[in-house]
């Protein structure tokens, strides 16, 4: 039997292999786009009250520019660590997810600065039923064959992994703070792991994204922590963040597109597409994270620190990375 099973899988991957062969911020409306000098923030872990800010892009030109009076500079991360997404004809419990921006506050109206690893970073997680559960059974022969390899085998299993798919936008701290409000607009993609896949199959991309616009489905709790420059607590630091929790966040608008890339050529992405109901319309899917921690802030008083307060935030940050 399992000398009859890698013949089909061989037979499987020839067939497959002869079809492939056939076949900056420049005004407060406007995001940064990803550059080389905030790379530092991908992976830094940060001294004490710092810790949640690890990846703020304090070294993206337009950070350093703010003054602190026409133009602030701060830092918002917002983690969950649980949650439900439900897209066409999955349902997923979504990993952790952390979400990580830099903000340019003028006059209360705020444009946002992306890290250079992407806004989002989202941990794997297994969709029930693997392959078979993503594409089979299907009445196409080279996907039925695929199907028939992967009953009780490794081969089956298939990770899904939210990506950031360009620089959010229409961010609202006033949203944060409330109920029912989109809080900002966050781009995103989905990668499907799987040998069969390849590398490159998503739902989703940079040019057609999934739109997500989470909202506070209740009023958060907020207090406010205050830090000394090298991370340690002070009621008189001059660093300080908003912190909110205790309230999860939701959106049951958005759309989403097809997969693409799926197999070699995306040869398997009509097979997923057709299991999974996609394109799925707006209305028809839903997002659920469960109790996210918010933190946005900076410098406790920004006009202090005049006229090169995003200057003197990256040399804060900076000195506060200890790895």
């Known amino acids: 039997m399992f ?59 337009a950070m350093r520019a703010a003054d602190g009076i026409a133009v602030v500079a701060a830092c918002l991360s917002s983690v969950s660590s649980t949650g439900t997404i439900t897209l066409g004809g999955t349902t997923l419990t979504t990993g952790t997810n952390d979400l990580q921006l830099g903000l340019l506050n003028q006059s209360g109206t705020y444009s946002v600065v992306a890290p250079s690893g992407g806004a989002v970073i989202g941990a794997p997680v297994q969709i029930p039923g ?53 809080i900002l607009t966050l781009p995103i993609k989905i ?23 989470p909202a506070n489905l209740t009023r958060p709790t907020g207090k406010v922590v205050r830090f000394n420059a090298d991370g340690s607590p002070s009621a008189t630091g001059e660093m300080g963040y908003v912190s909110l929790s205790g309230a999860s966040q939701g959106d049951s608008t958005f759309a989403v597109p097809g997969a693409n890339g799926c197999g070699l050529f995306g040869l398997l992405s009509g097979a997923v597409n057709l ?49």
């Open 191 to 213: 990668r499907l792991s799987n040998p069969f896949l390849e590398p490159n199959c998503y739902i989703g991309s940079n040019s057609d994204p999934i739109l997500l616009k």
């Open 3 to 61: 000398g009859v099973r890698v013949n089909r899988m061989r037979r499987t991957m020839v067939v497959v292999a002869a079809l492939a062969a056939a076949a900056a911020v420049a005004t407060p409306a406007t995001a940064e786009t990803e550059t080389e000098t905030d790379a530092v923030a991908a992976a830094a872990t940060l001294a004490g009250a710092w810790a949640p800010l690890n990846r703020c892009p304090v070294d993206a030109a």
């Open 130 to 182: 693997g392959l078979l559960g993503l594409m089979c059974p299907s009445d196409i022969p080279l996907i039925s064959d695929i199907c028939d390899q992967v009953v009780d085998s490794s081969l089956n299993r298939v990770t899904a992994t939210i990506e950031a798919a360009g620089a959010p936008s229409d961010f609202s701290l006033a949203a944060g703070l409330g109920v029912g409000q989109p």
């Open 275 to 323: 299991k999974q109901g996609l394109p799925s319309p707006a209305g028809e899917n839903s997002l659920v994270l469960d109790n996210p921690t918010t933190n946005v802030g900076g410098f406790q008083l920004p006009r202090n620190f005049a006229p090169t307060q995003g200057q003197q935030l990256a040399d804060r940050w900076h000195a506060a990375v200890v790895s």
